[in-house]
């Protein structure tokens, strides 16, 4: 991270550094779709994939907002989630066994993404940045959302044939 000496260009950092998160789940996510059996399992990820589209344009909205330049700065955190998914795509096992799996490393995304949407919204309010507040926090409730439809995908339908493929 480049020095930062004042608030705001710490949260501009950070910015920066959710742009480059959605950005690569962006590019993740279509590996994760062409993988997953479950047909309920790849309808909800085709949603978050429109979803990290709308993110993405909401935080290229932020920066203009905020007159900076819409530039990534490498999330290292989210990349380390998402080679996880990556192993996980190059795993032999049952269908419905690595179905669980998948809905698992996507919510390791979207916990990444409500954990940094939530410090940003605190800092947005702290620096009195009403319009970017608006935006952080659509993106932090569909990410929450997104989380949401998965666990109940996992508790009410894939979990239990994940379980029944190994007996």
């Not at 916990?111 to 949407?117: D, L, T």
């Not at 947005?124 to 409730?141: Q, R, Y």
């Not at 997104?146 to 994940?162: G, H, M, P």
């Amino acid at each position: 991270m480049p020095a930062v000496s004042t608030f705001q260009e710490l949260f501009q950092e950070q910015l920066r550094d959710m742009y480059d998160a959605e950005q690569q789940t962006l590019e993740a996510l279509p590996k994760l779709i062409d993988a997953v059996n479950n047909e309920e399992l790849c309808e909800a990820l085709e949603l978050r994939l429109q979803e990290t589209r709308t993110h993405i344009a909401r935080l290229e909205e932020m920066f203009g907002i905020l007159s900076m330049p819409a530039q990534d700065r490498h999330c290292v955190g989210m990349a380390g989630i998402l080679q996880e998914s990556v192993d996980l795509l190059h795993t032999e096992g049952e269908d419905a066994v690595l179905d669980a799996g998948y809905i698992a490393a996507a919510q390791r995304v979207e916990h990444y993404e409500i954990a940094v949407y939530g410090t940003l919204m605190a800092w947005a309010k702290v620096l009195n940045l009403p319009s970017v507040l608006s935006l952080l926090e659509e993106n932090e409730e569909e990410a929450k959302a997104a989380d949401t439809r998965l666990s109940e995908l996992a508790e009410s339908i894939v979990n239990k044939q994940a379980l029944a493929a190994v007996n």
